[in-house]
């Protein structure tokens, strides 16, 4: 059974900065093509960013690209969403969500930023940010 586990988040003041960092169990994460999802209560799943499995390729939505960084650390097989200057307005449930459609199968970095595009999802991660 693969498993996407989380780690990281919580409570941050304005201003401050949090790292969400994602790995998996049975397959290698450092093989697949990796999301960043957000959720808040009655809003639809957003997309925050992905990074392609060689670590050559990350996108960021635009309101987000100049707080939010997407990387990863293959020899440590985890994928990473550094956040800084954070906003009352980004608090929210992060999702780390991994596309198993092919091992290290490179794909436009546009053509994975819904939902539907991944097959495993991490158990999300609240991020709270009070002014």
């Known amino acids: 059974q693969v498993y996407v586990l989380q780690s990281g988040g919580g409570p941050v003041q304005a201003g401050g900065s949090q790292t969400l960092s994602c790995t998996t169990t049975?397959?290698?994460?450092?093989?697949?093509?990796v999301g960043w999802f957000r959720q808040s209560p009655g809003r639809e799943r957003e997309f925050v960013g992905n990074?392609?499995?060689?670590?050559?390729?990350?996108y960021v939505v635009d309101s987000m690209k100049a707080r939010f960084t997407v990387s990863r650390d293959s020899t440590e097989r985890t994928v990473t969403l550094h956040m800084s200057n954070l906003k009352p307005e980004d608090t929210s449930t992060y999702y780390c969500?991994?596309?198993?459609?092919?091992?290290?199968?490179?794909?436009?970095?546009?053509?994975?930023?819904?939902?539907?595009?991944?097959?495993?999802w991490g158990q999300g991660t609240q991020v709270t940010v009070s002014s």
């Open positions: 990074i392609g499995w060689a670590g050559d390729t990350t």
């Open positions: 049975v397959l290698n994460i450092s093989d697949y093509n």
């Open positions: 969500a991994v596309r198993a459609r092919g091992r290290r199968r490179t794909i436009s970095i546009m053509s994975f930023t819904t939902p539907r595009e991944f097959d495993y």
